[in-house]
């Protein structure tokens, strides 16, 4: 599971797709590499979490779209049922899809579209493995737009925890919700990094979000910033 592996050890990897093409390219990408290790692949939702349990990888490819138990619902099973769960990286056909959405908010660190580079994954599963967030503002604003076109404004969708951050809390916030990371927010803020990760770590807390990715979503659903 993320943070389980030694610094020398492979990043292990559960690969999770109902189509056996898919599986078998994905894997044919990822074994390529020193630093990465296929561990496991899964045909369909409802074997993601036995089988993540058993391997404990680090990053989970997740096809958003399966039978029986979709992307979604296998995200959140996974991040809900271990103390250390692996990243998920949801791997979709289309940028704008709601389920896209719904896996993000589910606590995935990111998505990666099918189409993406050998190059792209790679970096991916890199990306998140550290901890990081693979944040795509402009798709998200779009997803957060549509999704709140269609929801409404509605009567108290959810509290705002949002209310609860300080000036400069929110500030970090707006910043993060563009795509930058710390050391961008620290020079756009005139900060040291130290401060902005303490700020940033501050937010997280404060939405009750698994990371940024998941903190921009919250940003947005509760109208601290607006898509437009």
């Given amino acids: ?13 559960v690969i999770a797709d109902d ?17 990465l290790t296929v561990v496991g692949e899964a045909a369909d939702g409802s074997s993601v979490l ?6 404990r990888p680090d990053v989970v490819l997740m096809d958003v779209r399966m039978p029986e138990v979709d992307g979604i619902r296998a995200t959140a099973l996974v991040l809900d049922a271990l103390p250390e769960p692996p ?22 660190a990111g998505f990666l579209l099918k189409r993406a580079r050998a190059t792209e994954l790679v970096q991916a599963i890199r990306l998140v493995a550290r901890g990081d967030s693979l944040l795509y503002p402009a798709a998200i604003r779009e997803l957060a737009a549509a ?10 969708r959810r509290a705002d925890p949002t209310a609860r951050l300080t000036e400069r809390e ?16 620290a020079d756009q803020l005139l900060l040291s990094h130290e401060t902005v990760k303490t700020h940033v770590a501050n937010v997280l807390a404060k939405l009750g979000a698994r990371d940024r990715t998941q903190a921009v979503i919250i940003a947005y659903e509760v109208g601290f910033v607006s898509p437009g």
Wanted: charged share 25%.
């Fill in 50 to 55: 036995p089988l993540v349990r058993e391997q």
């Fill in 170 to 185: 929110g500030q970090v916030l707006r910043l993060i919700t563009t795509g930058l990371n710390n050391a961008e927010i």
């Fill in 19 to 35: 189509e056996r093409l898919v599986r078998m390219g994905l894997r044919v990408v990822i074994d390529a590499e020193p630093d």
């Fill in 87 to 108: 990243r998920v990286l949801v791997v979709t056909t289309f940028e704008n899809d709601d389920y896209v959405y719904q896996a993000l908010r589910a606590g995935a």
């Fill in 1 to 13: 599971m993320h943070g389980a592996n030694e610094p020398n050890e492979p990043i292990r990897v």
């Fill in 147 to 156: 999704r709140r076109s269609t929801i409404g404004s509605g009567p108290a």
